[in-house]
Nanobody, 124 residues
Framework: QVQLVESGGGLVQAGGSLRLSCVVS????????VGWFRQAPGKEREFVAA????????IYADSVQGRFTISKDNAGNTIYLQMNSLKPEDTAVYYC?????????????????WGQGTQVTISS
């Protein structure tokens, strides 16, 4: 069984920064590509960023390209999402998800395991 636990959400002003963490635990936690997704009230869950198992490949949504950075610690069990220049439209619950393949994907249906989410609120 694989578990993902997010942390680091909170309330910040527009222009500020936050770093989200996702701790992946389980027997094969090092075998996963990991993605970050977000869901705002009344909207569908949307892709934010993803990192391949090897960390060689990272992909981003156009809306966060250049502002957000996804990374992984050396052990491969903690995935970070550094969020800079935050905007009110970044307000959402942020989820990390694990994919049973080495490659990244923008499709939430491609991910097998999900965390419980962490709230990010950006005030204007």
């Amino acid at each position: 069984q694989v578990q993902l636990v997010e942390s680091g959400g909170g309330l910040v002003q527009a222009g500020g920064s936050l770093r989200l963490s996702c701790v992946v635990s389980g027997r094969t936690s090092s075998q996963y590509a990991v993605g970050w997704f977000r869901q705002a009230p009344g909207k569908e869950r949307e892709f934010v960023a993803a990192i391949s198992r090897s960390s060689y490949t990272t992909i981003y949504a156009d809306s966060v390209q250049g502002r957000f950075t996804i990374s992984k610690d050396n052990a491969g069990n903690t995935i970070y999402l550094q969020m800079n220049s935050l905007k009110p439209e970044d307000t959402a619950v942020y989820y990390c998800a694990g994919r049973l393949f080495s490659s990244t994907s923008r499709n939430p249906a491609a991910y097998n395991y999900w965390g419980q989410g962490t709230q990010v609120t950006i005030s204007s």
